[in-house]
Structure formats: structure tokens, C-alpha cells
Nanobody, 122 residues
Framework: QVQLVESGGGLVQPGGSLRLSCAASGSILDYFTIGWFRQAPGKEREGVSCINRGDGSTYYADSVKGRFTISRDNAKNTVYLHMNSLKPEDPDVYYC???????????????WGQGTQVTVSS
């Protein structure tokens, strides 16, 4: 079972930036696709971005294209989500997950972190 730990959430003003981290247990980034998801209270989970195992190709939801960037550091077993131009409607809890298919559908991911909260407010 892959273990993932998110960090980096917090309170940021509209238009601000945050960098989320997803630290994985062991050297798994060549073997697992890592996805970032988010969920606001009372709303469905939304796929935000993912980075493919192996070639590192990246994918983004339309709602974050041009604002968010996913990257990985294999030496640190960590995937990052760089979030710029944050909006009040960018939902609250962000999760990372590990799977085998590059998809923004959470059904393709089997291991999940505990989440980190992002609040965008003035």
C-alpha cells in the first residue's frame, strides 16, 4: 500500500499562491501516476491535475489550466502542485492520490492521502 502525505495548505488571499506537496513512501514515482484532487463541503470531488508515471506527462482540469502547475522530484519522492492566482471559489481540501492511469477521475486511484486544507479569503 502506497502512503501519501500532503502538506502546504493554508490561508491565502485572492490572487495569491501556494505550493502543495505530496510526499510518497518510497521510490514510487516511476511506477505510479500521482493525481491531485479537491473537494469543497457538500460538493463532489474534482480532479485537478495529474502527472504520469514514467514520462511525466501532465494533465489539468480546465478550471485550473494556466494557474496550477504539477511537478515532481523523484529524488525526494514528492509531487508538487503550484497554485497561482487563487480564487475564492477554489475549493477547500486538496488530496493527492496514487494510481496507474493518468486520469482526473478519482476512481482510477487506489491510495489517498489525508488531505490539506486551502482557504482563499481576504
Amino acid at each position: 500500500q502506497v502512503q501519501l502525505v500532503e502538506s502546504g495548505g493554508g490561508l491565502v488571499q485572492p490572487g495569491g499562491s501556494l505550493r502543495l506537496s505530496c510526499a510518497a513512501s518510497g521510490s514510487i514515482l516511476d511506477y505510479f501516476t500521482i493525481g491531485w484532487f479537491r473537494q469543497a463541503p457538500g460538493k463532489e470531488r474534482e480532479g485537478v491535475s495529474c502527472i504520469n508515471r514514467g514520462d511525466g506527462s501532465t494533465y489539468y482540469a480546465d478550471s485550473v489550466k494556466g494557474r496550477f502547475t504539477i511537478s515532481r522530484d523523484n529524488a525526494k519522492n514528492t509531487v508538487y502542485l503550484h497554485m497561482n492566482s487563487l480564487k475564492p471559489e477554489d475549493p477547500d481540501v486538496y488530496y493527492c492520490a496514487a494510481g496507474f492511469i493518468a486520469s482526473l477521475d478519482g476512481a482510477y486511484y487506489s491510495s489517498w492521502g489525508q488531505g490539506t486544507q486551502v482557504t482563499v479569503s481576504s
